[in-house]
């Protein structure tokens, strides 16, 4: 059965067009630096974002943690949104792995982390103190309902952490579709960032992989380390064929997706037993059951599978619907009428 797919954009399908780039991909040894597809992507993530270096890795979560790595120590600390995926998401990993200490830091409504609170939890030198070494901010901000954080917040957070002598990641797993939702350059968005995480295999729609971006030092040291992660992916060119297409033609449409977002919304918005939260500024619809509704997520769920849609709970009674490549208006509509029906 070909369902429709809303639980998130990283079950995009890659395109006949990249399947056929991927048949085709010059490869060489990625870990010996001679794969010409990954050279190549990776040129064009760094020119792209108006950076150094890049590196071609596995995932957003490994991307992130490589980050994590190069700019703390063990015992140092990294102030994160209490929202961000790098909190919730990844396992831990920052803890487990780099012995890291994460400090969350409340998320605004607007996905923001408030410059009076990152400031006042930068520590001071007393030795009771973890050392603050990291500021991590989250384009879009997922949980908080795939809110694109402006290029003057941004600007705003790399003078804070200069000002502290601390470093600036930014978990930009989807920064092309804030770049998009703001109109403004992508190098503007990142200009302020020491590295930036963006994944190729979400909206992006290709089947595999995620970049790392920053200066030609950091990227250095991240790429031991990926190396040390197991990352090290030999004739990855396969991979980077279809990542390349994305850079080249995938971000041009995202408007798209976002636009479909609204739509869903509004079809959405005047449905009994909803509630809804402002207008989705980029791919992402977050809605709440109401108290009214006697139906549990996981009964809309299985009823709204019988009816050809995929749909996954953001939360007790909370739900995330997600646009992307593969979903047209045809799909928005009858998704959005199975759940009518459901509720009913
Ligand atoms: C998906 C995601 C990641 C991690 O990406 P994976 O490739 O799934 O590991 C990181 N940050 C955010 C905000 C994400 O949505």
Redesign the pocket.
């Known amino acids: 059965m070909n369902y429709i797919d809303l639980r998130?954009d990283?079950v995009t399908k890659p395109t006949p067009e990249m399947r056929e780039a991927m048949a085709e991909a010059e490869v060489g040894d990625d870990v010996f630096m001679d794969d010409p597809t990954v050279n190549a992507l990776q040129a064009k993530a760094a020119e792209m974002l108006g950076k150094e270096d890049a590196l071609f890795v596995?995932?957003?979560?490994?991307?992130?943690l490589l980050a994590l790595l190069v700019h703390c120590q063990r015992g140092d600390e990294a102030l994160v949104g209490a929202q961000?995926?790098?909190y919730i998401?990844?396992a831990g990993g920052m803890s487990a792995l780099g012995g890291i200490y994460p400090h969350p830091i409340t998320n605004q409504a607007d996905g923001a982390l408030a410059l009076e609170d990152l400031r006042a939890a930068i520590q001071t030198d007393d030795v009771h103190h973890a050392i603050t070494r990291l500021i991590c901010i989250?384009n879009?901000?997922?949980?908080c309902g795939g809110i694109p954080l402006t290029a003057e917040y941004t600007r705003q957070v790399g003078e804070l952490a200069r000002e502290h002598n601390l470093r600036l990641h930014i978990?930009?797993?989807?920064i092309f579709n804030a770049a998009v939702a703001l109109n403004v350059d992508v190098r503007e968005l990142v200009a302020p960032a020491d590295s930036i995480?963006f994944?190729l295999?979400?909206g992006l729609v290709a089947p595999v992989?995620?970049m790392l971006v920053g200066p030609q030092g950091f990227i250095n040291r991240a790429r031991r380390l990926r190396k040390m992660l197991g990352g090290g992916m030999r004739q990855a060119g396969v991979l980077a064929a279809a990542g390349l297409i994305s850079l080249e033609k995938m971000i041009g449409r995202l408007e798209e997706d976002h636009a479909r977002a609204r739509k869903m919304y509004e079809l959405l918005q005047p449905t009994p037993g909803l509630k809804l939260a402002a207008s989705p500024l980029s791919n992402m619809v977050y809605f709440e059951l109401s108290e009214d509704v006697k139906l549990s997520v996981d009964q809309i769920t299985k009823a709204m599978k019988k009816r050809g849609v995929l749909v996954e709970a953001a939360g007790a009674r909370r739900f995330r619907w997600v646009t992307h490549y593969w979903i047209n208006d045809a799909g928005v509509e009858q998704a959005v009428q199975a759940l009518r029906e459901i509720l009913q």
């Open positions: 998130s990283t596995p995932s957003g979560t490994m991307g992130n961000s995926h790098i998401n990844e989250e879009t901000q997922n949980a978990d930009g797993a989807r995480m994944c295999s979400k992989g995620s």
